[in-house]
């Protein structure tokens, strides 16, 4: 009996450090009410946190906010008023004018957090950070603990209208650290699909990283046990569509050594992209 319940015991502990060691993974989504709107309709966006989209599991504090904007061919309005519901914070804006496209962007301030070394380690290996793996495994001192700082990055593709004079807004990089950039418009494929997308990190393509993509359809798995899709030489990936479509998200972080800083070892960035693919 004894040893059954310290068998019990120990797998509930593993059970908690695993969950702890995910505990700065959550992705920053951004959930629109709508993904097409009217011309001159209020768009009504969700600021999302978690691990399982679209779900929140709390509210952004507006201060963490450095950036938010609605951004169309038409003019670029900044956000500045954010109301939290329930697990949520909520901004919204005016719609373009006129048919096309817009994007709505959020970058959150960098913050630092540390980590005791084996839930760091956890969190490496399930973000497929492959590259700070074997920096950590060639390491000769072993830390008890490794601290870094998090920024994220966050973008969603609005249709207005009929989509009509787009001009290819999504292609357009907003100059984030790390940002997602479709190379298609997805509002114009079909469930099932593939969407080719560049992962860039300071405007340059960003070679060998993971990326993944997902769907309302797998909102119950947590990205980070999702699989990936690694960037090629040119920063570029061929994502599969669900073929159920509806809102889609997809994922990518990276991390490097911290330079010139003694309070952290690692920069982290995140970011995310979300759209709808019509069925």
Do not use: C
Not at 71 to 82: G, H, M, N, W
Not at 88 to 114: C, F, Q, R
């Amino acid at each position: 009996m004894r040893s059954k319940t310290l068998h019990r015991i120990n797998f509930m502990l593993a059970v908690v450090l695993m969950a702890s060691s995910l505990a700065g993974a959550h992705d920053l989504w951004l959930v629109p009410a709508h993904f097409t709107v009217a011309p001159r309709v209020r768009v009504v966006v969700m600021l999302n946190t978690g691990d399982t989209f679209p779900n929140s599991e709390g509210a952004v504090k507006p201060e963490r906010i450095e950036r938010a904007a609605l951004i169309s061919a038409e003019r670029t309005i900044t956000l500045v008023t954010f109301r939290a519901e329930g697990k949520s914070t909520v901004a919204d804006a005016m719609a373009p004018s006129k048919d096309g496209g817009a994007i709505v962007e959020v970058i959150l301030k960098s913050v630092a957090t540390k980590q005791p070394r084996d839930s760091f380690d956890d969190f490496v290996k399930h973000e497929g950070l492959d590259a700070i793996a074997s920096q950590l495994s060639r390491t000769a001192e072993r830390r008890a603990e490794e601290r870094r700082t998090y920024a994220k990055y966050a973008k969603t593709l609005l249709r207005i209208g009929n989509g009509k004079g787009a001009s290819k807004l999504y292609q357009k990089p907003l100059g984030h650290r790390l940002e997602i950039v479709a190379d298609a418009d997805p509002f114009s494929l079909r469930p099932g699909g593939k969407l080719p997308v560049r992962l860039l990190f300071d405007g340059k393509p960003l070679v060998g990283a993971r990326i993944v993509i997902g769907s309302m359809a797998t909102a119950t798995a947590p990205q980070s046990n999702m699989p990936g899709v690694r960037t090629d030489s040119q920063g570029h990936a061929d994502l599969q569509l669900d073929k159920t479509g509806g809102p889609h998200y997809i994922h990518a972080l990276h991390m490097i050594p911290a330079t010139g800083r003694s309070d952290v070892e690692w920069e982290s960035f995140w970011a995310t992209l979300t759209f709808r693919v019509d069925r």
